[in-house]
């Protein structure tokens, strides 16, 4: 129960982009993968190599020059330095410490696709300082410096380049639907997965209220219920704070525009005041 709460003295963290969604350890590549394959107008001569896009669109996503893949096993040299070029946020780094990458991509994008909070697997993603209340103890609420904690990441999500984002899925979405079969899924698609966490994402409320927190004896809680029923990945994610959870949430929706998919097929979160 206490790995669901996003407020623990410890410093409990979680970053954005998975999902992809979206987004967290293959960095700007789960922010774009659910939109591979799904609710996607193929054109009229289908080519395996030509990017598709939804019906309306005013243009296509450039075609990515194909580059020979190395097996899933040795593929982190090849991501970290194609993830790398995604934004010059000079932080970023930090992002490509795991081994494993894809691997433990598909793993956080089905944590987030399932409502479940990630974090333990994201360790080089744990905020360097500590989550802060205010106000009386037995009402504490949110001290502002603990939304400041995630402002960084925050900050690269945003510098994503779209349109390289999308390319990259493209390059790598062989090693991607290879790990995902690994992980028990021969017959599944890795796109429905990917959707229902990009969709857990852009459903997060951004509250621009200071919640009052229930006091446990190792975490915190909201007060209000309705904010507490929320998924455990959507607790976390509104933890950031709304200037930051505006910022992934308007950074997923850049990308869903390069690859084609219409503003309206895609959620609106709510704004609480």
Excluded: C
């Excluded at 989550?131 to 925050?154: E, L």
């Excluded at 409320?205 to 006091?215: I, K």
Aim: aromatic share 6%; hydrophobic share 45%.
């Amino acid at each position: 129960m206490t790995a669901a709460s996003p407020f623990r003295p410890g410093g409990e963290y979680f970053a954005p982009l998975l999902g992809v969604a979206a987004l967290a350890v293959v960095a700007g590549v789960v922010s774009f993968l659910v939109f591979r394959r799904q609710d996607v107008t193929p054109p009229t001569e289908p080519s395996p190599d030509r990017p598709t896009v939804t019906e309306g669109s005013t243009a296509e996503a450039p075609e990515p020059q194909p580059i020979p893949l190395p097996t899933l096993g040795e593929s982190d040299a090849l991501v970290r330095e194609l993830v790398a070029a995604l934004t010059p946020h000079s932080a970023f780094a930090a992002w490509l410490i795991p081994d494993h990458l894809v691997r433990l991509f598909v793993v956080v994008a089905e944590n987030v696709a399932d409502g479940n909070n990630p974090s333990a697997r994201l360790t080089p993603l744990r905020p360097t300082q500590r989550f802060q209340t205010s106000g009386a103890p037995n009402q504490p609420v949110i001290d502002p410096a603990s939304y400041a904690r995630y402002n960084t990441h925050a900050e690269i999500v945003a510098s994503i380049d779209p349109m390289r984002a999308a390319d990259l899925y493209r390059r790598l979405a062989p090693l991607i639907d290879e790990a995902y079969t690994e992980l028990g899924h021969p017959a599944a698609t890795f796109d429905a997965t990917l959707r229902r966490a990009l969709v857990n994402l852009l459903r997060t409320p951004v509250l621009e209220r200071t919640p009052t927190l229930v006091p446990r004896m190792a975490f915190f809680e909201f007060a209000d219920a309705d904010l507490e029923n929320l998924l455990p990945v959507q607790k976390q994610f509104m933890g950031m704070g709304p200037r930051n959870v505006r910022a992934v949430q308007a950074s997923l929706r850049d990308i869903a525009h390069e690859l084609g998919f219409a503003a309206a097929s895609l959620p609106t979160p709510a704004v609480i005041r």
